[in-house]
Antibody, heavy 125, light 107 residues
């Protein structure tokens, strides 16, 4: 069974930085696009960022563009989200999620399956 | 950015009832629409992709339909484990967006 396990969340002051990690297992990580999706307390889901399997293509929500960077280490089956200049409104549970296998057809938009259990990021002074 | 509007915000039903959830897109997403179920404290779970294809392991009582801008998730014969929040998501292009969710609660 595919497993995605996020880590790296915590409490940080406004303007601070955090790096989230997502460890994948039981899947050929290097074949799949991956995304980060967040959920503020008591709110709905918000897509944050996506990466193609190779890491060559990256997309960001306008709300995080210029502050967050998605990256991956395919040799270690790890996905990262570097979050800089954090704001109070970035407080949320951050989920990583798998997209489609893009090795044959190229990177294209996809649904998310499965999801990790999430890691909580709290931005507060 | 494509806006997805889900209705109703809350749906009160009884076990064994049939629930109908709606998702409307601000512009056509063809069939590039997914549905997710989320229970408190858990990650979302994929139910439907391609507007009407059930994900692996999803019971047949979950049915997705629609295309273009109007989509429906129907749950026939509600079971106790089906009471949760449901989200639609388009993947027609980036940025992806989600609907605001429909909470399915026990009446």
């Amino acid at each position: 069974e595919v497993q995605l396990v996020e880590s790296g969340g915590g409490l940080v002051k406004p303007g601070g930085s955090l790096r989230l990690s997502c460890a994948a297992s039981e899947m050929t990580f290097r074949n799949y696009g991956m995304s980060w999706v967040r959920q503020a307390p008591g709110k709905g889901l918000e897509w944050v960022s996506s990466s193609s399997s190779s890491g060559s293509y990256k997309f960001y929500a306008e709300s995080v563009k210029g502050r967050f960077t998605i990256s991956r280490d395919n040799a270690k089956s790890l996905l990262f989200l570097q979050m800089n200049n954090l704001r109070v409104e970035d407080t949320a549970v951050y989920f990583c999620a798998r997209e489609g296998d893009d090795t044959l057809t190229g990177y294209s938009p996809s649904w998310f399956d499965p999801w990790g259990q999430g890691t909580l990021v709290t931005v507060s002074s | 950015e494509i806006v997805l509007t889900q209705s109703p915000a809350t749906l009160s039903m009884s076990p064994e009832d049939r629930a109908t959830l709606s998702c409307r897109a601000s512009q056509s997403v063809t069939s590039n629409l997914a549905w997710y179920q989320q229970k408190p404290g858990q990650a979302p779970r994929l139910l439907i992709y391609g507007a009407s294809t059930r994900a692996t392991g999803i019971p047949a009582r979950f049915t997705g339909s629609g295309s273009g801008t109007e989509f429906t998730l129907t749950i026939s014969g509600l079971q106790s484990e089906d009471f949760a929040v449901y989200y639609c998501q388009h993947y027609n292009d980036w940025p992806y967006t989600f609907g605001q969710g429909t909470k399915l609660e026990i009446e």
